[in-house]
């Protein structure tokens, strides 16, 4: 049985992440089965709700306001037009509804007071509901909390030494800030990062030590592969092969047994063999919908019928935490 442990060292975990292939699969499968019904994958939508115009200098964000893309910058959405995306996605399938708005940080103005109505919204419909809105102190924290806020997403990217070549605008620690204040409202945390940045293996590795050393997991990981935007930074990386996602994947699921761990960004350029090889390798949880707040993603009629050729079903709303399961 695996234990659940913060005290992971940087070289354990680049042992794991560094295992034959087919062996870290295995392994990660194993794990997998041990907490989580394997069958079983969490379904949710990301909506851009205030998209375009950010002022920071995110070298993979088509949204940021300095680079050259084709994202037309677009004011907050009307709450109406949110909670009717919602019940869209719900019949769709989803079961976690999450809002994300470009901008730095959360400021307390009115457009914040429209994103609280939104989340109460949300959470009224037997939804999951999740935000992403950029750094919170804790009071903001608190307010999304009692607007029924389920889960907050602020991602670390990359490893600390790695973070500086991709973001100057923020620094590390204010994104550790931000996860501590969301962790202090009782809020769900999700928390991952981007491979395909041109960053080495030690700094996915750096940044996975990270997650797994804080004081709790994030009860959900997202693992994004990089979709290069023409215009901004990184617009010409390599697309990241399945391998380096499969190593990700199952270091994450076996470093963080409870988390959900989620096939995010890039899935689009998966073909069903690759992403069954993800779900193998501990991945429970993806987005769907055409879009990724900018960037394309999967259908649901394509995951529809995905999940019938691997006879995977959604994941229940408001599932209790992970269980030990003892499935092998």
Known sequence: MTTIRNNWTREEIADIYNKPVLSLIYEAATVHRQYHDAGEVQVCTLLSVKTGGCPEDCAYCPQAARYHTQVKVEKLMEVSEVLQKAVEAKEAGSTRFCMGAAWREVRDNRDFDKVLEMVKGVSTMGMEVCCTLGMLSPEQAQKLKDAGLYAYN???????????????????????????????????????????????????????????????????????????????????????????????????????????????????????????????????????????????????????????????????????????????
């Open 154 to 328: 602020h991602n670390l990217d990359t490893s600390e030494e790695f973070y500086s070549d991709i973001i100057t605008t923020r620094t590390y620690d204010d994104r550790l800030d931000t996860l501590e204040s969301v962790r202090k409202a009782k809020i769900s945390v999700c928390s991952g990062g981007i491979i395909g940045m041109g960053e080495l293996e030690e700094d996915r590795i750096g940044m996975l030590h990270v997650l797994a050393t804080l004081p709790e997991h994030p009860e959900s990981v997202p693992v994004n592969a990089l979709v290069p935007v023409e215009g901004t930074p990184l617009e010409d990386q390599p697309k990241v092969s399945v391998w380096e996602m499969l190593r990700m994947i199952a270091t994450a699921r076996i470093i963080m047994p409870k988390a959900m761990v989620r096939l995010s960004a890039g899935r689009v350029r998966m073909n069903l063999e690759e992403q069954a090889l993800c779900f193998l390798a501990g991945a429970n949880s993806i987005f769907a919908g055409d879009k990724l707040l900018t960037t394309p993603n999967p259908g649901y009629i394509k995951d529809q019928e995905m999940f019938q050729q691997l006879q995977l079903k959604p994941r229940q709303a408001f599932k209790k935490e992970a269980q030990t399961l003892n499935i092998l």
